[in-house]
Every structure is written in C-alpha cells, then in structure tokens.
Antibody
C-alpha cells in the first residue's frame, strides 16, 4: 500500500538548520508531485512547499521563502525539506503528502505521512 | 493570497444527525476546492476534491457542494468515526491555502 514516512524532526535552537526526509513506497514516486504541510501545536494546517514530479518546479509559502528548500531524489524515492534560519514560529508537525495528479499536479493531496515534530527552542 | 474562512469553528452534533460545514474563499476558486478531515493524533485524509467528488473509499454520507466563493460539506448522518476536525483547501492558485478548520464534536 502507499506509504509516506517522515523523519529528521527534533529540537533545534533558533537560527540553526534541520533537514527533514520523507521516504515513499507503494507507488511510482517519480511520477507524482509532492508537498510539505505543517501544523503548529493546537493549530490548523499551513502549506509550506511544493515540488513537481521531476523537480523542475518549486513553490513556497511566503513564511518560509528564502529559508526552506524542497528537493527530491527520485532514485531513492525520497523527498526532503532543508530548513535554515529556524525560528520559534516554525515549531510544528511537518507532514509530507503526495499530489494526486499523475505527472501534472492538481493541488490536492493523498496520502499523507504521519508527520515529524520540529521544535525550535533555545 | 486567497483567504479561506470556515464556519462555524465548532459544531456540536448528536450521532445520526446531519452536519453542515461552510467554507468561504476571499475570491473565486471555481471548483478548485477540497475537503480533508483529521482525527486527533492522525494525519489529514482527503474527503472531497473538485468541490463535490468523493475520494476513493469515502462513504456516501459525505457530500460537497458549491463553486466560486461559497462551499458546503454535508455529513448526512454522523457516525462516531466522523467526529474530527474538517479543513477546506483551495487549489486554484499559489500559495495553496487552508481554512482554519471546523471541529465536529459530540453533542
């Protein structure tokens, strides 16, 4: 079955960096766009970043633009999120999710991973 | 940025009753609207896409309607597993944006 498993979360000091990974299985990873969505504790969902199936197009939320970079390695079926200059307000559970469109993205997502918690604190 | 506004924030409903959730967009998103639900401690799950098409495996008691700026998710007869938080999301333009969510709780 389709599965997404995030890893790399943890506690990090403000201003430091962290890399999240999302391992995909059960589908042809290289044919689907992917995204990262986060959820601050007790809050709603916030879309963070998107990458096309082949990595040629990326989009970011204004709140992370210039600090976060989404990337993928289709040979390893893995999605990444490099987070730099982390702030307290980046504290959240980070989910990776698959766009449901094959090839061309449609902008809605299924399935989602179980999430990984990032805590930015001194 | 398109702002998505959901109402009410909390909806108290008895099992077996009907629930109606609203989502409003700050500008037209045509039918580019999806609904997810999220149970405590779990990841969101896709319910409805294209404003009214149920995702695979979603029971028929869930229905979506609307276009433009006004959308509705209706759960015809609430089951115990339906008590959760529901989010709408527009996929018309970047950045993708979610509503703040409606919590459906047991009355």
């Amino acid at each position: 079955q389709m599965q997404l498993v995030e890893s790399g979360g943890g506690v990090v000091q403000p201003g430091r960096s962290l890399r999240l990974s999302c391992a995909a299985s059960g589908f042809t990873f290289s044919t689907y766009a992917m995204c990262w969505v986060r959820q601050a504790p007790g809050k709603g969902l916030e879309w963070v970043a998107f990458i096309s199936y082949d990595g040629t197009n990326e989009y970011y939320a204004d709140s992370v633009k210039g600090r976060f970079t989404i990337s993928r390695d289709n040979s390893k079926n893995t999605l990444y999120l490099d987070m730099n200059s982390l702030r307290a307000e980046d504290t959240a559970v980070y989910y990776c999710a698959r766009d449901t469109g094959v090839g061309a993205a449609v902008g809605w997502f299924d399935p989602w991973g179980q999430g990984t918690l990032v805590t930015v604190s001194s | 940025e398109i702002v998505m506004t959901q109402s009410p924030a909390t909806l108290s409903v008895s099992p077996g009753e009907r629930a109606t959730l609203s989502c409003r967009a700050s500008q037209s998103v045509s039918s580019n609207l999806v609904w997810y639900h999220q149970k405590p401690g779990q990841a969101p799950r896709l319910l409805i896409y294209g404003a009214s098409t149920r995702a695979t495996g979603v029971p028929a008691r869930f229905s979506g309607s609307g276009s433009g700026t006004e959308f509705t998710l209706t759960i015809s007869s609430l089951q115990s597993e339906d008590f959760a938080v529901y989010y709408c999301q527009q996929c018309k333009t970047w950045p993708l944006t979610f509503g703040g969510g409606t919590k459906v709780e047991i009355k």
